[in-house]
């Protein structure tokens, strides 16, 4: 599934090919919202709150929100203008938005929705604190990760609803980070707003280099077996969470001992 940062830049997308265009076409290819007419309307922005995509519509005297979520197979591909999509094959697209200069296909989306803007708390509402949000403090960040008692540190900062926007590989990397094992309870740990500035400041950094580069600098995640960059000892793989919704982690059993 994309993390925050690679949904940051989805966004970015989005908003250099609609953000200020008026909708020449646009076509939602999802039964429940099918007859939804949003050609002729205005994109405002696109705005992302953890993993999901808020792309904001002015049409007459509405304003709209067309919402998607990637999860683990959807993403948006952009191109000029044209008659055909620029992304395919047919039968993928969810979403296929044109303006006079630009398109945006949406391709494999598990989740695609039109409501109306004020009723986005509907959506996100259960969110917890957005790790890329200008507005993130990490002091706060780290009260709420505290108060999930003797939950292990990996399951909560993969929990939306505590942090969001971190997904499996920053959250590996965070653990490794603060040297603490992905199983270690979080109620009695320190060091939490340092682990969230570092990996909030990766993630950041992750925004302005091509996502190869980023994951060369990876320090834990899938690289399972293969020597820590810190100490040289083997890098080890495991399940954490609670079955079926169980999650893949990555640690370094010397930098990272069990607890």
């Not at 707003?193 to 990766?202: A, T």
């Not at 580069?213 to 399972?224: A, G, I, K, T, Y």
Request: glycine share 8%; with cysteine; hydrophobic share 40%.
């Amino acid at each position: 599934m994309p993390e925050g940062d690679a949904v940051l830049r989805a966004a970015t997308r989005l908003n250099q090919a609609l953000a200020g265009e008026r909708l020449t076409k646009a076509d939602i290819r999802v039964p429940r919202f099918a007859t939804v007419r949003l050609t002729g309307a205005h994109v405002i922005e696109t705005h992302t709150v953890g993993k999901h995509l808020l792309t904001r519509i002015a049409r007459e005297d509405k304003k709209l929100t067309l919402h998607s979520h990637m999860r683990m197979d959807g993403r948006w591909v952009v191109g000029k203008a044209a008659n055909r999509p620029c992304a395919g094959p047919d039968f993928q697209i969810r979403v296929w938005l044109v303006t006079e200069h630009s398109q945006a296909v949406g391709l494999r989306m598990a989740e695609v929705k039109v409501i109306p803007t004020a009723d986005e708390n509907r959506l996100i509402g259960h969110l917890g604190l957005d790790v890329l949000s200008p507005d993130f403090r990490s002091e706060e960040g780290a009260q709420r990760i505290l108060a999930q008692g003797n939950a292990e540190l990996v399951q909560v900062l993969l929990d939306q609803r505590v942090i969001c926007g971190l997904g499996t590989m920053w959250a590996a990397e965070m653990a490794h980070n603060m040297g603490v094992n992905p199983y270690a309870p979080v109620d009695s740990m320190s060091g939490l707003e340092l682990g969230l500035d570092y990996v909030r400041g990766e993630m950041m950094a992750a925004l302005t280099v091509s996502p190869g580069e980023s994951r060369s600098r990876l320090m834990v995640f899938e690289r399972n077996r293969q020597p820590c960059r810190k100490c040289g000892a083997g890098i080890r793989r495991g399940r954490i969470g609670t079955p079926p919704y169980q999650r893949v982690t990555y640690w370094c059993p010397s930098c990272q001992p069990v607890p």
